[in-house]
T-cell receptor
Framework: KAGVTQTPRYLIKTRGQQVTLSCSPI?????VSWYQQTPGQGLQFLFE???????NKGNFPGRFSGRQFSNSRSEMNVSTLELGDSALYLC???????????FGQGTRLTVV | AQSVTQLGSHVSVSEGALVLLRCNYS??????LFWYVQYPNQGLQLLLK??????LVKGINGFEAEFKKSETSFHLTKPSAHMSDAAEYFC?????????????FGRGTSLIVHP
């Protein structure tokens, strides 16, 4: 069974640009959540999607958005990038009957 | 609401020594508790989880943790450290909320293993 796949693994963007990250969950998992990980703030919850609907949202500005497709794949978008958005972005998928989060390898975003 | 406190941002041990990583949690409902490990530039890998069955939970790579409700603790231990155990360890708590089980993570503890 394939794990959670995140693409791309690494990205370098310039301030003011926008970026889209992709996450393919484990087959059969309908819930996908996103986290931002930085040395200063640790792991912070961004949002969760279930059946194409945002079910939970963390405390991030509106520049951070996401969506989920009918095949459960999810994307997150960050607009008007700032230097502080440099981070490892992690995606996790959850089976509704399972309390465990399965994480992808992450996307390392560097904003210059 | 739930929260996790990991005592010590860095723990240093010698190879072969006991590993003890501390985690205390706060939860308004019976929690599920997890320990994850993260290697550099990688995602999080589940070490073990407590889901209200046995209070002593055994995980992968020789790690185990004990759930102590009276102390609201879920400390991670391993009898003998190996060089390959050097990594970042995260304790997490989750509880059902509107059908979701979104974990709240501690700040992490970096385990350093000396030869």
């Amino acid at each position: 069974k394939a794990g959670v796949t995140q693409t791309p693994r690494y990205l370098i963007k310039t301030r003011g640009q926008q970026v889209t990250l992709s996450c393919s969950p484990i087959s059969g998992h309908r819930s996908v959540s996103w986290y931002q990980q930085t040395p200063g703030q640790g792991l912070q919850f961004l949002f969760e999607y279930f059946s194409e609907t945002q079910r939970n949202k963390g405390n991030f500005p509106g520049r951070f958005s996401g969506r989920q497709f009918s095949n459960s794949r999810s994307e997150m978008n960050v607009s008007t990038l700032e230097l502080g958005d440099s981070a490892l972005y992690l995606c996790a998928s959850h089976d509704a009957a399972n309390t465990e989060a399965f994480f992808g390898q992450g996307t390392r975003l560097t904003v210059v | 609401a739930q929260s996790v406190t990991q005592l010590g941002s860095h723990v240093s041990v010698s190879e072969g020594a006991l590993v003890l990583l501390r985690c205390n949690y706060s939860s308004s409902v019976p929690p599920y508790l997890f320990w994850y490990v993260q290697y550099p530039n990688q995602g999080l890998q589940l070490l073990l989880k407590y889901t209200s069955a046995a209070t002593l939970v055994k995980g992968i790579n020789g790690f185990e943790a004990e759930f102590k409700k009276s102390e609201t603790s879920f400390h991670l231990t391993k009898p003998s450290a190996h060089m390959s155990d050097a990594a970042e360890y995260f304790c997490a708590v989750t509880a059902a909320s509107g059908g979701s089980y979104i974990p709240t993570f501690g700040r992490g503890t970096s385990l350093i293993v000396h030869p």
